[in-house]
């Protein structure tokens, strides 16, 4: 009994969990997160070892060989947006003759910021500066938008807008100018949402956030404060957070 018991507890120590969130984590919405366990023993493996998450998920690995990580999925549901604790992570196994589970708790003190359950809305925004979706034309040059002139080519232009049948006819080669077109920036002003109750105006704000941040410039209105309009997937993921956040003080 004695050598089983040491056996059993060396068996679940050295071992490190870990859990990756995803980017983006929207209340009510499962989201998929990396489950790993790193055995940092230096000489021998280790044995069924089973980690049970604090939503009550588990996940079991046979074997962890030696200075390895293993790894799989779990998925966490979260019932509000804000900041949430992962909390802790319970390592237990019973190994070596499964008489007896022997377990510790590992404290994870990490947070994720879970976003608003996005739901779907006909609005686009609201304010001076949140023009109807579409685009509009810029008079600089571009490759998008309408054929604006036609003039001689100064060797700075590239090849393809070389106009063949117009150079054909004059001494000279000849270049096309296109306009550009440019997408109106979407200002989303949560006051001006038609929505009843702060929750589902959040809501269809972070859809039309997720729906719009990829293809236009959008800026968010929360109260007295105002984010300027910007793009992209990374920009996207800061307005989500001050709606996550939102009245959370």
């Known amino acids: 009994m004695s050598v089983t018991g040491l056996a059993g507890m060396y068996n679940i120590k050295k071992l490190i969990p870990a859990l990756?969130?995803?980017?983006?984590?929207?209340?009510?919405?499962?989201?998929?997160?990396r489950l790993s366990l790193l055995n940092t023993k230096q000489y021998l493996p280790t044995f069924l070892i089973r980690l049970e998450c604090f939503s009550g998920q588990s996940v079991v690995?046979?074997?962890?060989q030696k200075k390895s990580t293993v790894d799989s999925t779990v998925l966490f549901t979260f019932s509000q947006r804000g900041q949430v604790s992962l909390g802790r992570?319970?390592?237990?196994?019973?190994?070596?003759?499964?008489?007896?589970?022997?377990?510790?708790?590992?404290?994870?003190?990490?947070?994720?910021?879970?976003?608003?359950?996005?739901?779907?809305?006909?609005?686009r925004g609201s304010g001076e500066d949140s023009p109807a979706t579409g685009a509009g034309l810029?008079?600089?040059?571009?490759?998008?938008?309408?054929?604006?002139?036609?003039?001689?080519?100064?060797?700075?232009?590239?090849?393809?807008?070389?106009h063949w049948k117009h150079s054909?006819?004059?001494?000279?080669?000849?270049?096309?100018?296109?306009?550009?077109?440019?997408?109106?920036?979407?200002?989303?002003?949560?006051?001006?949402?038609?929505?009843?109750?702060?929750?589902?105006?959040l809501s269809r704000a972070?859809?039309?956030?997720?729906?719009?941040?990829?293809?236009?410039p959008v800026g968010l209105r929360l109260g007295g404060r105002t984010l300027p309009a910007g793009i992209g997937k990374r920009h996207g993921l800061i307005l989500l957070k001050e709606l996550a956040l939102y009245g959370k003080d």
């Open 138 to 162: 810029c008079r600089g040059r571009g490759l998008s938008g309408e054929l604006e002139r036609i003039y001689p080519y100064s060797g700075s232009e590239p090849l393809r807008m070389i």
């Open 89 to 123: 992570i319970t390592i237990s196994s019973p190994y070596p003759v499964g008489f007896f589970t022997r377990y510790w708790n590992f404290e994870n003190d990490s947070q994720v910021t879970v976003f608003p359950r996005p739901i779907a809305t006909d609005s």
């Open 61 to 64: 690995f046979p074997v962890i």
């Open 206 to 216: 972070a859809w039309l956030v997720q729906r719009w941040v990829s293809k236009r």
């Open 168 to 201: 054909a006819r004059s001494y000279d080669l000849m270049v096309k100018s296109f306009g550009r077109y440019i997408v109106a920036p979407l200002l989303i002003d949560l006051d001006m949402l038609s929505e009843q109750g702060v929750e589902e105006r």
């Open 20 to 33: 990756h969130p995803p980017e983006e984590i929207f209340a009510g919405i499962p989201a998929p997160f």
